[in-house]
């Protein structure tokens, strides 16, 4: 930001500042930056901060206390300002941005300077969504489990106030249905292995590059070993998206003899040097109980096609400071 200092918002309300030059470190803890909103219970997650009209605004998932059905899962998406990147951040309208009937998380905003509008992304929780596809049925057939639940990708134009949404949210991502199709292996890791009755499509990021539109999502369960990270592309900010062929593009290592495991919901940042790079969380094979944070280059190549060096955990000196030419 134009302090120079760069600034790392993580699930806890917790933010970490770097100042040293270096993305690999030191960063140091400034707390909790965010004051818990009225309208919320628990569970504050996935927070994503723009600066956006001289402020900052922090938008996050949380459990909404208006449950008038009792559900177990009553994830919305609210948003926060303030006037300084380290906080505190107070809720903007002490509700939710907007209340569709199915729970959702994982918000990131994009805006567009195409068109002047800012989109807003999100995830369907798996929640009481039970999806019918060959997976399921195999899996079923298998005496593996009854039914599976999914979670899916939304866009949606959102009003430059972020006081609700314009248009009706639409698709974009979804586990594959059909057992040929070349996504449905490493999307299914969790399901097929027998960790849990859900297939996740989650942790959704976009950018722009060129007239092409990248949209990352993560698949598999958080907590397990085969969260993975792919993208999809398109020619407009609300698709239709195409997977990539040679996703994933950020998965586990252990398999090949490495450290990192649980790989997912990365963001991408672009460094004034122009060039890129994702921050991630993932779980080292020696804790797998805890996350933590990796940070890794990412690449997009002439032809479009996007790639990530990693999951790395060799130290990275990175210049900061280094302006484009």
């Known amino acids: 930001v134009e302090d120079g200092r760069y600034y790392a918002y993580g699930t806890g ?3 970490y500042i770097n100042q040293s030059g270096r993305l690999g470190g030191p960063w140091v803890s400034m707390g909790r930056v965010v004051t818990v909103p009225e309208d919320a219970i628990d569970c504050y997650w996935a927070p994503e901060v723009h600066r956006y009209n ?3 605004y922090l938008f996050y998932s949380a459990n909404y206390r208006v449950n008038p059905t009792n559900e177990g899962e009553n994830f919305k998406i609210g948003v926060a300002v303030s006037d300084s990147p380290a906080g505190p951040f107070k809720d903007l309208m002490n509700r939710p941005i907007f209340n569709p009937e199915y729970p959702i998380i994982d918000a990131n905003v994009y805006f567009d300077d195409e068109n002047g509008k800012c989109y807003l992304y999100y995830s369907r929780c798996c929640y009481k969504h039970s999806v019918e596809s060959e ?3 195999s899996l079923r057939k298998a005496g593996s489990f009854s039914e599976i639940e999914e979670s899916w990708v939304y866009g949606v134009e959102l009003k430059p106030d972020f006081s609700g ?6 698709l974009l991502l979804a586990p594959p249905t059909k057992l040929d199709d070349a996504q449905a292996e490493w999307e299914s890791r969790s399901a097929v292995n ?3 009755n859900r297939r996740w499509t989650e942790g959704s990021y976009l950018i722009k590059e060129g007239d092409t539109y990248y949209i990352m999502y993560s698949a598999n369960s958080y907590e397990g070993k085969y969260y993975a990270v792919g993208y999809a592309t398109a ?3 609300l698709g239709p998206f195409k997977k990539a062929a040679h996703n994933p593009v950020l998965q586990e290592n252990v398999s090949q003899g490495g450290t990192v495991m649980g790989t997912g919901h990365n963001m991408i940042i672009t460094m004034p040097d122009g060039n890129r790079y994702t921050v991630y969380h993932g779980r080292l094979s020696s804790n797998p109980g805890e996350r933590v944070v990796f940070i890794d280059p990412l690449h997009i190549d002439k032809d479009g096609k996007l790639t990530v060096d990693g999951p790395s955990t060799i130290p990275q000196t990175i210049n900061i400071t280094q302006t484009k030419e």
Do not use: L, T
Request: aromatic fraction near 10%; hydrophobic fraction near 35%; proline fraction near 10%.
């Open 54 to 56: 001289g402020k900052y």
């Open 13 to 15: 309300w917790v933010c």
């Open 194 to 196: 027998g960790d849990v």
């Open 135 to 137: 997976i399921a049925d």
């Open 235 to 237: 020619d407009n900010p």
């Open 165 to 170: 949404i314009i248009g009706e949210p639409k």
